[in-house]
């Protein structure tokens, strides 16, 4: 009899088709980054390139985009022990973090500006360069943002629980990516200036 038992196939989990698809679109997003990270390097090789301090507000913005990933954590956390109150209070917060990330990333770019670092210079293309990458990443956050509005949403409907929080589990690690990649584009371009 416990042979029997033994023998039988036992089940694999599941992997939520969601996640495949989220990390399918993460590695893209790696790719996209890597290829312009690349191209920066090539290119200032080249020569004709202007080098400029990275703005002093990317550093705050760095640092908020830290502390929102800490609350999307905070999220996930109250959503496992199904306090659904700091989930919600959770997930707003690190809505306003990242709005407030947005709106620094666009004082950045008015420092640069002010600098005489701008996106279409007929001289050098490293404004050109800086202004692309920050602002794909600018673009992916919008996307990023658009989830938590979504997700805080259904949390207010209160539509998940310690047993169904797929949609703020997707949302952390989305979120979690662009802070991370953020950290990446932050310490290349401080380098790379």
Same mark, same amino acid.
């Given at each position: 009899?416990?042979?029997?038992?033994?023998?039988? &196939?036992?089940?694999? &989990?599941?992997?939520?088709?969601?996640? *495949?698809?989220?990390?399918?679109?993460?590695?893209?997003? *790696?790719?996209?980054?890597?290829?312009?990270?690349?191209? #920066?390097?090539?290119?200032?090789?080249?020569?004709?390139?202007?080098?400029?301090?990275?703005?002093?507000?990317?550093?705050?913005?760095?640092?908020?985009?830290?502390?929102?990933?800490?609350?999307?954590?905070?999220?996930?956390?109250?959503?496992?022990?199904?306090?659904?109150?700091? *989930?919600?209070? $959770?997930?707003?917060?690190?809505?306003?973090?990242?709005?407030?990330?947005?709106?620094?990333?666009?004082?950045? !770019?008015?420092?640069? +500006?002010?600098?005489?670092? /701008?996106?279409?210079?007929?001289?050098? &293309?490293?404004?050109? $360069?800086?202004?692309?990458?920050?602002?794909?990443?600018?673009?992916?956050?919008? $996307?990023?943002?658009?989830?938590?509005?979504?997700?805080?949403?259904?949390?207010?409907?209160?539509? #998940?629980?310690?047993?169904?929080?797929?949609?703020?589990?997707?949302?952390?690690? /989305? !979120?979690?990516?662009?802070?991370?990649? !953020?950290?990446?584009?932050? +310490? $290349?371009?401080?380098? #790379?200036?």
């Amino acid at each position: 009899m416990e042979m029997a038992i033994e023998n039988q &196939p036992q089940e694999k &989990p599941k992997i939520a088709t969601e996640k *495949v698809l989220l990390a399918i679109g993460i590695g893209s997003i *790696v790719m996209l980054f890597a290829g312009l990270t690349s191209g #920066y390097i090539v290119r200032q090789a080249e020569g004709n390139w202007k080098f400029f301090e990275v703005p002093s507000v990317f550093y705050i913005s760095t640092i908020i985009i830290l502390i929102s990933s800490f609350t999307m954590q905070m999220a996930i956390r109250a959503v496992k022990k199904d306090d659904l109150a700091q *989930v919600k209070t $959770f997930l707003l917060i690190t809505l306003g973090l990242g709005l407030a990330f947005v709106f620094s990333q666009f004082l950045g !770019w008015n420092e640069l +500006v002010k600098n005489d670092v /701008y996106f279409a210079d007929k001289l050098t &293309p490293s404004g050109s $360069f800086f202004y692309v990458i920050t602002g794909l990443h600018l673009a992916h956050l919008a $996307f990023g943002l658009l989830g938590l509005i979504i997700t805080g949403s259904k949390s207010i409907r209160e539509r #998940y629980n310690s047993q169904n929080y797929l949609g703020i589990s997707l949302c952390a690690i /989305y !979120w979690h990516f662009l802070g991370g990649l !953020w950290i990446y584009l932050f +310490v $290349f371009l401080a380098i #790379y200036r």
